[in-house]
C-alpha cells in the first residue's frame, strides 16, 4: 500500500474532463513540489507537471495540476482516447528520505 | 537530442547479481542527478535509487538498502546499479531518468528500461 494514495482507476467519455488525487501527508506533499507523470501501455513514464503546477514544453495545456495542504490533484480537459495510460504523482519524503510513487491511477477514456 | 539507454538486464537466479548501466547521451551528463524507478510485472512505479551529480549524495529504498549500488562514471557518462542478493521481488524493468530542480526534483527525461527478472 502506497502512502501517497491514488484512485486506481477513473474514467471519462471523450471530451469530458478528469481529475485525479493523490493524497499525502505533512512529511511529503505538505513539504515538498508535486510532480506528476504519464505512462501510455508498454512505454516509458513521461514527465507530465512539475513543481505541483508548470507543464514541460510539449504537455499540452489539458493537462493541469495543482496542490492544497497535502492533497495534490492533476486535471485532464477535453479528454482523448490516447490520453489512456496510468498516471502518477511522486514527492519526496522528508521523515523517510526517499522518494514516493503515489499506487498509479489508471484512465479509461469510454 | 538527450538520450538514455539502459542495459545489463536479464535472467538471475535468487542470491545472484546484475549490474546495470544507463549510458547518456546529448547532455552534460557530469551536471545531473540521476535516478533509478523499476516497474514490477503488472505493478505501479517504485522508487530504487538516487545519485548527486558528483556522486556524494545518495539515498535507496528501503527494500534495497544494502543490496544494491548506485554509482556513476561521469567521464564515460554512464550511470550504475549493482543488485547483490537479488530476490525474486525485484523481478521488474529498470528505468533511469534524468534529474532536474525547479522548486522541486522532478525526473524529466528517462529511458526504455531494462528487465531483470529473479527466478531458478
Known amino acids: 500500500q502506497s502512502v501517497l494514495t491514488q484512485p486506481p482507476s477513473v474514467s471519462a467519455a471523450p471530451g469530458q474532463k478528469v481529475t485525479i488525487s493523490c493524497s499525502g501527508s505533512s512529511s511529503n506533499i505538505g513539504n515538498d513540489y508535486v510532480s506528476w507523470y504519464q505512462q501510455l501501455p508498454g512505454t516509458a513514464p513521461r514527465l507530465l507537471i512539475y513543481d505541483n503546477n508548470k507543464r514541460p514544453s510539449g504537455i499540452p495545456d489539458r493537462f493541469s495540476a495543482s496542490k492544497s495542504g497535502t492533497l495534490a490533484t492533476l486535471d485532464i480537459t477535453g479528454l482523448q482516447t490516447g490520453d489512456e495510460a496510468d498516471y502518477y504523482c511522486a514527492v519526496w519524503d522528508s521523515r523517510l528520505s526517499v522518494r514516493l510513487f503515489g499506487g498509479g491511477t489508471k484512465l479509461t477514456v469510454l | 537530442e538527450v538520450q538514455l539507454v539502459e542495459s545489463g538486464g536479464g535472467l538471475e537466479q535468487p542470491g545472484g547479481s546484475l549490474r546495470l548501466s544507463c549510458a547518456a547521451s546529448g547532455i552534460t551528463f557530469s551536471s545531473y542527478e540521476m535516478t533509478w524507478v523499476r516497474q514490477a510485472p503488472g505493478k505501479g512505479l517504485e522508487w530504487v535509487s538516487h545519485i548527486s551529480s558528483s556522486g556524494s549524495v545518495i539515498y535507496y529504498a528501503d527494500s534495497v538498502k544494502g543490496r544494491f549500488t548506485i554509482s556513476r562514471d561521469n567521464a564515460k557518462n554512464t550511470l550504475y546499479l549493482q543488485m547483490n542478493s537479488l530476490r525474486a521481488e525485484d523481478t521488474a524493468v529498470y528505468y533511469c531518468?534524468?534529474?532536474?530542480?525547479?522548486?522541486?526534483?522532478?525526473?524529466?527525461?528517462w529511458g526504455k528500461g531494462t528487465t531483470v527478472t529473479v527466478s531458478s
Open positions: 531518468s534524468r534529474g532536474l530542480r525547479g522548486q522541486g526534483y522532478y525526473m524529466d527525461v
